[in-house]
């Protein structure tokens, strides 16, 4: 009796597919990379592969460069100001984030849609070494409360992430 449970467990243990399942990481490069000027796309890639993006959308009354303060904006599904991870089946380039109408290639393996939460966003000036001298700005970008959807799975960014920092020379 012993051995055949011990058969069967190994069976299962053994014989059971996961089907590909493709889930979020949330381990992502330190840079962020930024595409154009008034509709903002900025994303960030995963360290192995490339084969996922955490990506928002601003525009630019929340990067800009100067550092009076920016109100928080709302994530929305569609809109403005988004929070997408995408999971790809393959490598992804800037070409598909930069492109006004992105290519159809890699293929989308999973989508999560952020449905709720806020984005802030700081914007600090950056000095020359004379200490007088604007020669860029830095943006802090961090989500709050953000909460993704695909389906009927939901991730969520408890409390506060930050997803980067960058900066536009002038």
């Known amino acids: 009796m012993k051995k055949l ?3 069967l467990s190994f069976l ?12 979020a990481s949330f381990e992502f490069e330190e840079k962020v990379n930024v595409c154009g000027d008034i509709n903002i796309t900025m994303y960030r890639l995963s360290p192995n592969g490339h084969k996922e993006a955490l990506i928002v959308t601003l525009t630019d009354k929340q990067i800009k460069n100067d550092d009076l303060p920016v109100l928080p904006v ?3 599904e569609k ?3 988004t929070v997408t991870d995408r999971v790809f089946k393959s490598e992804v380039s800037s070409s598909y984030f930069c492109t006004v109408v992105p290519p159809v290639e890699p293929k989308v393996v999973k989508n999560w849609k952020g449905i709720s939460g806020t984005i802030a966003v700081q914007n600090n000036k950056v000095f020359d ?5 604007i020669i860029a700005y830095e943006h802090i970008v961090v989500l709050q409360d953000v909460v ?8 969520i960014f408890n409390d506060t992430y930050l997803f980067g920092v960058f900066q536009t020379s002038l």
């Open 148 to 155: 993704l959807k695909s389906g009927d799975e939901s991730l």
């Open 74 to 76: 709302s994530v929305t």
């Open 79 to 81: 809109g403005l100001y």
């Open 5 to 7: 449970f011990f058969l």
């Open 129 to 133: 070494e004379d200490g007088v001298t």
């Open 12 to 23: 299962i243990a053994f014989s059971c597919n996961d089907g590909n399942l493709d889930i």
